[in-house]
């Protein structure tokens, strides 16, 4: 679906942010990016729709190399909702994302409960409210891949259940997901795959039960296993990749 191939990227001040990332998206699969603040995954992001473009390396969008935007493909949802938006109003956000197709702005109106905030101005919402608008203007276009940069940031609890309920609704009906986070705990209950960022490279890749087992390399990057995990891990020593993914399937079936 979305493949990186040696993905380098420079900023105009010489900072060398992506050192040859390499990656593959396959459809209908719920994908997790996980890493430190810094290692590169705000940048690989501004790549997937091709805001950003390869220093050196190549993107490819369905075997085809990417040459300009995705926006129709794929949607992106940035960790703070301020740096959405470009109109004033909701209605007129949608319309800018819609082309202005008034019945599909209606039909997003609806789907994500804004009807009461249509005419709002957008600075007036609460960061929860634009939280939730943002992920209504990815997903009013209808991408294909949808990828959430912190989707929990500003939202409380109840919110956040919310959202995870939408994740898993679109999942169902047949997008694409990447999550980027820095909930470990989520991660491995959610995600099918996972990888692992460092110093602007993928470092690891895998299911959680193979990402987590490798207790020793995240004890290197400076990273925290998942509280639940930790605990149980305390009690079954030495934890094989399989007891783990034993444990974890056998957790998420309650």
Not at 88 to 104: K, V
Not at 186 to 198: G, N, R, S
Not at 246 to 251: A, D, F, N, V, Y
Request: proline share 4%; aromatic share 10%.
């Amino acid at each position: 679906m979305l493949q990186f191939h040696d993905v380098h990227y420079t900023y105009r001040n010489g900072a060398h942010v992506l050192k040859g990332v390499s990656l593959t998206i396959e459809r209908g699969k719920k994908y997790a990016l996980i890493g430190k603040n810094g290692c590169g995954k705000t940048t690989w992001l501004l790549h997937t729709n091709g805001i950003y473009r390869p220093t050196k390396g190549e993107v490819y969008w369905e075997g085809k190399r990417v040459k300009e935007h995705l926006r129709q493909h794929v949607g992106v949802v940035f960790q703070n909702p301020e740096h959405q938006f470009l109109a004033p109003t909701i209605e007129e956000e949608l319309a800018l994302s819609l082309q202005g197709n008034s019945e599909r702005i209606e039909q997003a109106i609806k789907a994500f409960s804004l009807a009461e905030w249509r005419d709002v101005p957008i600075h007036h919402l609460s960061l929860g409210q634009k939280k939730w608008l943002s992920l209504a203007v990815a997903m009013a276009s209808q991408p294909e891949l949808l990828i959430v940069d912190e989707p929990a940031a500003y939202l409380d609890a109840a919110q956040s259940e919310r959202l995870i309920m939408k994740l898993n609704e679109w999942h169902e009906a047949g997008t694409t997901l990447v999550v980027i986070t820095h909930d470990f705990d989520f991660v491995w209950q959610w995600a099918d795959e996972v990888f692992v960022m460092h110093d602007g490279r993928i470092v690891l890749h895998g299911t959680p039960a193979f990402i987590f087992s490798q207790a020793d390399i995240f004890h290197q990057l400076r990273l925290p296993l998942p509280l639940l995990l930790r605990i149980w891990m305390k009690e079954n020593k030495p934890c094989t990749e399989q007891q783990l993914f034993e444990w974890i399937e056998r957790w998420k079936k309650g």
